[in-house]
């Protein structure tokens, strides 16, 4: 049991290790969307949680550098509205070669927009990503949500949302801004010369153009030395791998833990399980999901709660919520933090509204695929963990043997037939945490208990002989 214990705070402090991040306080945080980037919904994911880590350590500002032919409509109207709209630091954007559709979209939801010399913004109109046709009705209702959610942000922003409905829809007539015009049925796209034209003593769209990102940090009056680039590190990209593979890390965690119940002291166990569920929380905290300090903790109190059924008060009040407790923190840990954020929010072309099952659906399935694998591999250590030969479950033997003062000889009876052990009387020669050996006609049988806790030198009774166990209980 010490082992189980060390290894638990050697889980926690690894973990709490890996959850070291470089504070964003005082910090220009620069995020990059490249070419394929608004495609990837796991940087959106990145992004929001870029951009809360933004709000909570208090830095100083947030650059939004873009050369991008645009992507996801809804995951960048959420960045938009739930996010950059309540950004409490002063956010731009930087277009560095070009910002289109959903790139132009990010882009008027800054505070201020910069670009580079023959740059171009605009043609933010909605498409169907798989290339299909969106019929009339169904475009007015997608026009009509986006054009009332954009222009809201662009109106907080300072933006003209005049020029935002240009790039955003086409109309069957010449549509004018001040010197810039869009014919009927086109979409307006502004290079940055266009967008820095003045116009009723503002600018059409951008505050001005700069050569790079070196010299917009000194136009906007930081030193070079507060910038950070916020870049998915290997860690948080092999995060969404192993959040992905978390029921086999399950599976591995029960199965270890069952090894090591049935091989204390040997440590081999506790080692494996503090290995995948070390994993298991690391991948799933990185990777954006609830698998934070306060889950791990639930998770961690379970498991002691089931060493505590086990080898102090044998009953089945503390197994039972122990074992509630773990599959509840392996449930959670699972489940995306935005999506339960984002629960009760309405899906505007649907209208569903985002339910608990909807965001607990996969989590449930993940964990159902574990809980199935570890009850099948505990079967099999089980049926054979017996017959393995490890130099740590030998030495474990000769210390159960030598305390119940079993010869060699003795020690081979293990393993009678059932017809021979039923109602059959004996002593326990060790204490009974449900497992233990006791002697039954001069010979030492391996048996468990019903979950009771049984003394050493108690007189016991066989009630039943499985495949895999002896059943004793007290006379």
């Given at each position: 049991?010490?082992?189980?214990?060390?290894?638990?705070?050697?889980?926690?402090?690894?973990?709490?290790?890996?959850?070291?991040?470089?504070?964003?306080?005082?910090?220009?945080?620069?995020?990059?969307?490249?070419?394929?980037?608004?495609?990837?919904?796991?940087?959106?994911?990145?992004?929001?949680?870029?951009?809360?880590?933004?709000?909570?350590?208090?830095?100083?500002?947030?650059?939004?550098?873009?050369?991008?032919?645009?992507?996801?409509?809804?995951?960048?109207?959420?960045?938009?509205?739930?996010?950059?709209?309540?950004?409490?630091?002063?956010?731009?954007?930087?277009?560095?070669?070009?910002?289109?559709?959903?790139?132009?979209?990010?882009?008027?939801?800054?505070?201020?927009?910069?670009?580079?010399?023959?740059?171009?913004?605009?043609?933010?109109?909605?498409?169907?990503?798989?290339?299909?046709?969106?019929?009339?009705?169904?475009?007015?209702?997608?026009?009509?949500?986006?054009?009332?959610?954009?222009?809201?942000?662009?109106?907080?922003?300072?933006?003209?949302?005049?020029?935002?409905?240009?790039?955003?829809?086409?109309?069957?007539?010449?549509?004018?801004?001040?010197?810039?015009?869009?014919?009927?049925?086109?979409?307006?796209?502004?290079?940055?010369?266009?967008?820095?034209?003045?116009?009723?003593?503002?600018?059409?769209?951008?505050?001005?153009?700069?050569?790079?990102?070196?010299?917009?940090?000194?136009?906007l009056g930081f030193d070079?030395?507060?910038?950070?680039?916020?870049?998915?590190?290997?860690?948080?990209?092999?995060?969404?791998?192993?959040?992905?593979?978390?029921?086999?890390?399950?599976?591995?965690?029960?199965?270890?833990?069952?090894f090591e119940m049935k091989?204390?002291?040997?440590?081999?166990?506790?080692?494996?399980?503090?290995?995948?569920?070390?994993?298991?929380?690391?991948?799933?905290?990185?990777?954006?999901?609830?698998?934070?300090?306060?889950?791990?903790?639930?998770?961690?109190?379970?498991l002691i709660f089931v060493?505590?059924?086990?080898?102090?008060?044998?009953?089945?009040?503390?197994?039972?919520?122990?074992?509630?407790?773990?599959?509840?923190?392996?449930?959670?840990?699972?489940?995306?933090?935005?999506?339960?954020?984002?629960?009760?929010?309405?899906?505007?072309?649907?209208?569903?509204?985002?339910?608990?099952?909807?965001?607990?659906?996969?989590?449930?399935?993940?964990?159902?695929?574990?809980?199935?694998?570890?009850?099948?591999?505990?079967?099999?250590?089980?049926?054979?963990?017996?017959?393995?030969?490890?130099?740590?479950?030998?030495?474990?033997?000769?210390?159960?043997?030598?305390?119940?003062?079993?010869?060699?000889?003795?020690?081979?009876?293990?393993?009678?037939?059932?017809?021979?052990?039923?109602?059959?009387?004996?002593?326990?020669?060790?204490?009974?945490?449900?497992?233990?050996?006791?002697?039954?006609?001069?010979?030492?049988?391996?048996?468990?208990?019903?979950?009771?806790?049984?003394?050493?030198?108690?007189?016991?009774?066989?009630?039943?002989?499985?495949?895999?166990?002896?059943?004793?209980?007290?006379?």
């Open positions: 049991m010490r082992t189980i214990f060390i290894s638990l705070s050697l889980m926690l402090w690894t973990l709490s290790s890996f959850a070291e991040e470089v504070s964003y306080t005082d910090k220009v945080v620069v995020i990059t969307v490249g070419e394929k980037d608004l495609v990837n919904k796991q940087s959106f994911k990145f992004w929001r949680r870029t951009l809360e880590r933004v709000n909570e350590e208090k830095a100083k500002a947030v650059i939004f550098q873009l050369d991008t032919p645009g992507g996801l409509a809804i995951q960048t109207k959420d960045i938009m509205v739930n996010e950059l709209r309540d950004l409490e630091v002063p956010s731009y954007a930087f277009v560095d070669d070009e910002a289109i559709s959903a790139g132009a979209l990010i882009s008027v939801a800054t505070d201020e927009i910069w670009m580079t010399p023959g740059s171009t913004i605009g043609a933010a109109a909605i498409v169907n990503g798989t290339g299909a046709e969106i019929g009339d009705t169904m475009r007015a209702k997608l026009e009509s949500f986006f054009d009332a959610n954009v222009r809201a942000v662009t109106k907080d922003k300072g933006h003209p949302t005049e020029i935002v409905k240009m790039m955003m829809f086409i109309d069957d007539e010449d549509r004018k801004y001040g010197p810039i015009e869009v014919k009927k049925g086109s979409l307006l796209t502004l290079t940055a010369e266009e967008a820095v034209t003045n116009y009723k003593g503002n600018s059409i769209l951008a505050e001005g153009i700069v050569k790079d990102r070196n010299e917009l940090i000194e136009v070079s030395s507060e910038v950070m680039d916020a870049t998915q590190t290997g860690f948080e990209k092999l995060a969404w791998y192993i959040a992905f593979v978390s029921p086999i890390l399950i599976l591995i965690g029960i199965g270890a833990v069952y091989t204390p002291g040997t440590g081999i166990g506790a080692v494996i399980a503090l290995i995948a569920f070390g994993i298991f929380f690391f991948g799933n905290n990185v990777a954006g999901n609830l698998a934070g300090y306060e889950v791990i903790a639930i998770f961690v109190a379970g060493i505590i059924e086990i080898f102090v008060f044998p009953g089945i009040i503390f197994g039972v919520l122990g074992a509630l407790m773990m599959i509840g923190a392996l449930l959670f840990s699972m489940v995306d933090r935005f999506d339960f954020k984002d629960i009760g929010s309405v899906d505007f072309i649907t209208g569903d509204k985002s339910s608990w099952l909807g965001v607990f659906a996969t989590p449930l399935l993940l964990l159902s695929i574990g809980l199935i694998g570890s009850i099948i591999l505990i079967y099999y250590l089980m049926k054979y963990l017996p017959k393995v030969s490890i130099p740590g479950i030998i030495l474990n033997r000769e210390i159960g043997r030598k305390e119940s003062g079993a010869t060699d000889s003795e020690m081979k009876t293990d393993g009678l037939a059932a017809t021979d052990l039923i109602g059959k009387e004996g002593k326990a020669t060790m204490d009974l945490r449900p497992a233990g050996k006791v002697s039954i006609d001069g010979k030492t049988i391996d048996v468990i208990t019903g979950g009771e806790f049984i003394k050493k030198g108690t007189r016991v009774k066989v009630v039943a002989q499985e495949k895999m166990r002896t059943v004793v209980e007290k006379v």
